[in-house]
């Protein structure tokens, strides 16, 4: 799985973006783990999901302080 774009996150409902994000999270608890047991061999996959965890979290933030300033 190659990095999430940002531009395809964006087109995102709020809904994909939490099972996104859910999944993103399980990949780093996994890749986690697999490093801790010497079985990852694709190290530069935890920066990846790293930051891919960053850009949903932030398209969300955006969403919620856009939704905030209209209320």
């Known amino acids: 799985m190659a990095m999430t774009k940002?531009?395809?996150v964006r087109a995102k409902?709020?809904?994909?973006?939490?099972?996104?994000?859910?999944?993103?999270?399980?990949?780093?608890?996994?890749?986690?783990?697999?490093?801790?047991?010497?079985q990852l061999e694709a190290l530069s996959r935890i920066r990846q999901v790293r930051r891919d965890i960053a850009r949903v979290k932030t398209i969300i933030g955006e969403r919620s302080r856009a939704a905030a300033t209209k209320a």
């Open 6 to 8: 940002i531009g395809d």
């Open 13 to 38: 409902s709020a809904d994909e973006l939490n099972t996104m994000l859910l999944d993103l999270r399980k990949e780093q608890f996994n890749l986690r783990f697999q490093r801790a047991t010497g």
